[in-house]
């Protein structure tokens, strides 16, 4: 069943702060609720936006699947609240859904993946 807003757990970030940084270990995922982040990777040496994420947007959740470092930085552009999810309630979630959407989880991961190693 869904759970109630109260229920989840909830971080804000402020404008311009570093939500979390290219290589850092991921073990948390992220929900947009409100506001914009922006997301960077390094292009011969310059930190370039790659894309904006808003309100629904999933962010850092490549880190959780396939627990390497961060390929990318985020950076809130405006103040952003976000759900916050550990990688014991992602594992937990894929352990209770069916083989196959843990199976399409894994698999699409792996592709964005090899689409950002650039």
């Known amino acids: 069943e869904m759970r109630s807003d109260d229920e989840w757990n909830f971080r804000e970030f402020d404008e311009g702060e570093m939500i979390f940084n290219v290589g850092d270990a991921g073990d948390e995922a992220y929900v947009i609720r409100t506001g914009k982040v922006d997301i960077l990777v390094e292009k011969d040496g310059k930190q370039e936006v790659v894309e904006t994420l808003a309100q ?9 699947v396939d627990e390497e470092p961060r390929s990318a930085s985020a950076i809130a552009r405006e103040a952003v609240s976000c ?6 309630e992602i594992d937990r979630a894929l352990e209770n859904s069916d083989l196959l959407t843990y199976a399409l989880v894994k698999l699409l991961t792996k592709r964005l993946r090899k689409a950002t190693a650039g």
């Open 56 to 64: 629904g947007d999933f962010l850092g959740e490549m880190a959780l």
């Open 83 to 88: 759900a916050v999810f550990s990688k014991e």
